[in-house]
């Protein structure tokens, strides 16, 4: 492809399909050598989730229906596939979902010092690997400031809420979109592609459309 591949992912840090989906793709685009910009975009699996957060099995559980023995199988399926992409899942029984809208403001605020790739990298690994409170402020500024950006900055941002209304308007343009579930990829702006497809599945679609460019 002569320019690069356009790549708007609509995420939340909260979600294992997301990291998932997203390290299957940069298998795929390394495979192919595809050349591409990749956008990250907020989404929030659970907007009304309190500050407190939810237990993940009572969570799933709730939201899903989803038994006990179906809840652990998906956890051990989920952790089986991230040691394949290298992705260090560490479920326990008292691993907690979080409210992420502060997650999003600082991811907004890192995207303008192009690092915004960085620190959603960073957070998937607090979340699922440490298990820390994304929805604590100081946990986030935290996080920030490991991966050099300035944590003073970071933990002001969250404080004044500087960027709510942006990622408030970002949110709300995905939904109209018809964006309802993540990850959801949109290639060059036109081609939608939801959940983690897999390694094989994206190296075909990068494929497809590296022959539609050319």
């Known amino acids: 492809m002569t320019t690069p591949l356009r790549i708007d992912i609509v995420s939340d840090v909260m979600c294992p399909w997301c990291i998932i989906g997203y390290r299957q793709l940069t298998h795929a685009l390394d495979a192919t050598g595809t050349a591409h910009d990749?956008?990250?975009?907020?989404?929030?699996?659970?907007p009304d989730m309190p500050h407190e957060g939810q237990n993940l099995r009572e969570h799933v559980a709730e939201k899903y229906g989803?038994?006990?023995?179906?809840?652990?199988?998906?956890?051990?399926?989920?952790?089986?596939?991230?040691?394949?992409?290298?992705?260090?899942?560490?479920?326990?029984?008292?691993?907690r979902m979080h409210n992420t809208f502060n997650a999003h403001q600082?991811?907004?605020?890192?995207?303008?010092?192009?690092r915004k790739n960085d620190l959603k990298m960073?957070?998937?690994?607090?979340?699922?690997?440490?298990q820390r409170d994304l929805s604590d402020t100081a946990v986030l500024a935290s996080v920030a400031g490991e991966i050099?950006?300035?944590?003073?900055?970071?933990?002001?941002?969250?404080?004044?809420?500087r960027f709510a209304s942006d990622v408030r308007q970002q949110q709300s343009f995905w939904v109209q979109q018809g964006i309802s579930g993540v990850p959801a990829m949109i290639?060059?702006?036109?081609?939608?592609?939801t959940g983690a497809q897999g390694v094989d599945n994206y190296t075909n679609i990068l494929t497809q459309l590296s022959k539609e460019a050319n």
């Open 148 to 161: 050099g950006l300035d944590t003073a900055e970071a933990q002001a941002v969250l404080d004044d809420q």
């Open 122 to 130: 960073a957070l998937f690994t607090a979340h699922f690997t440490d």
């Open 187 to 193: 290639f060059n702006r036109q081609h939608l592609v």
């Open 66 to 95: 989803a038994t006990p023995e179906q809840s652990a199988q998906s956890r051990k399926h989920m952790t089986e596939l991230g040691t394949e992409l290298g992705i260090d899942f560490r479920y326990t029984d008292e691993m």
């Open 38 to 46: 990749i956008h990250w975009h907020p989404f929030e699996l659970n």
């Open 106 to 114: 600082l991811l907004h605020w890192a995207d303008q010092q192009d």
